[in-house]
């Protein structure tokens, strides 16, 4: 009894599992389906009215993130040296020194 209820409960699981598949396919098709004919009257509009016909592009530059980051380095750059290499009168001003004790 226990195996029949086992296997009764394996095949509606495995129908409602496949309903649920379908039905996830189903509406990527739809959405699918509702761009195209967004871009079918986009491409009749703009016949229509004597406009080249456009694809539509995903304007995304890939290293635009890349070099945002890489550039803002710039502007933590350490402070410029003299030409002697050699740093600025503030700047050794701002130096305390200090004596170590011995623990």
């Known amino acids: 009894m226990e195996n029949w209820i086992a296997s009764l409960l394996r095949l509606v699981l495995w129908l409602f599992l496949a309903a649920l598949g379908l039905v996830f396919v189903a509406s990527l098709f739809t959405v699918v ?41 710039d502007r933590w750059q350490p402070a410029a040296r003299s030409p002697r290499g050699q740093s600025s009168s503030r700047e050794l001003a701002d130096v305390t020194d200090v004596q170590a004790k011995e623990p």
């Open 33 to 73: 389906a509702l761009l195209a004919a967004l871009w079918g009257l986009r491409a009749l509009w703009a016949r229509l009215t004597g406009q080249p016909v456009a694809p539509w592009v995903m304007r995304v530059n890939p290293g635009a993130g890349w070099n945002k980051v890489f550039r803002a380095g």
